[in-house]
């Protein structure tokens, strides 16, 4: 078989194809430029992705055929495919996508009266190794390219009647997202572009990260209006050593500080995570101790009840003791709310789902929409 054939056939392959969001918009305009295009058209490619749900370059009917043709041949629209799709009574979904190298991650959509929020991941696995959490069970594989961030958002917006888009986005799925920054900004700023994406209200994206105080501060040096939340799970050196590994390198303290930075320089306040772990760090003296550390800082704290993950020996707290907890923080002038459990019947909690599709060993996915609520 001569070369040219194999050359043809290879561009053929979906494979090969590069990611559309791989490339930034410039990139995407200086490309259609150089196939004798206008760079506008790149604006309508991606009002397409964004707002009107394209599943493929076909489908841009008022692009010019050849650019269609030129863009099918040589990017895809998709980074990922879906590989799983459960459905809760409570409005939450949760998909699990397929990537190019065939590893799975996923994504969440909360729908509530106002909002629509789209919970994303930034890495396979996690690396952090919180004793509590199902993401970093088995360490961290890889980080997530800029278009399987993106993707995330587009393939649960799919999910919407049409004519709705996600509101907000919470990077709180698998991974540390700060151990991604470049790539998880590269994406946020996409969706935020208002020409070049979904024109998200940057103050509508929440970044949680387990606290890296380097890259708290890298983040804030960039200028966005992203929303921090630091998982803090613990109001002791001590404690927090035993929950959260990566404090032993760290130190509360640092973590802190970095966080007041970010609000000094962003103006943005900070969120506190807090999981609730049943007798672990939910007593009332950890509620006096997070009360001390937290006094006199204008921020909030975020219970979470700890979602139970099978295998690991935590319990979730008790709910009178949860009230007691936040009426403590709160006589103490630190303001406090618990945050509603949705999605467990679905395994919403990070790192949950693809660990049973692991563990179940399921070679090939799972019929698309199961319902299991
Ligand atoms: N690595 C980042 C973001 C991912 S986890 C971080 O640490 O913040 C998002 C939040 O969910 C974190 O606060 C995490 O501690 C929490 N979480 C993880 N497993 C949980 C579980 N089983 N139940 C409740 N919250 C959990």
Redesign the pocket.
Known sequence: MEGGDQEERRTDEPRERRPLFEATADALRAWVVEQGHQAYRVRQIHHWAFHRRAESFEAMTDLPLDLRRRLAAEWSLFATEVAYHGASADGTDKLLLKCRDGRRIECVLMTEEHRRTVCVS?QVG?G?G?V????GLKGVERNLTTAEIVDQVLQAQNLLPAGESASHIV???????LANLDALLAALDRICSADDGLGMSQRRVTI????LPEKIRKLAARDRQYHL???L?APTEELRNEL?PVNEKVGLTAVIEAADDYFRITGRQVTY?Y?MLGGVNDRHEHALALGRLLRGRKSHVNL??????SG?P?LRPDPDGVRRFVATLRDRGVSATVRK?KGQAIDA????LRRRFESAAVAEPAPISASVS
């Open positions: 930034t996690c952090m919180c509590f959490c199902a993401s990077v709180m799925g698998m991974g540390e997202s949680s990260t387990v606290g939340a630091v998982s799970h959260v995570e999981v979470i009840p700890y979602n139970p993950v690991l935590f459990t909690a990070c790192g949950q």
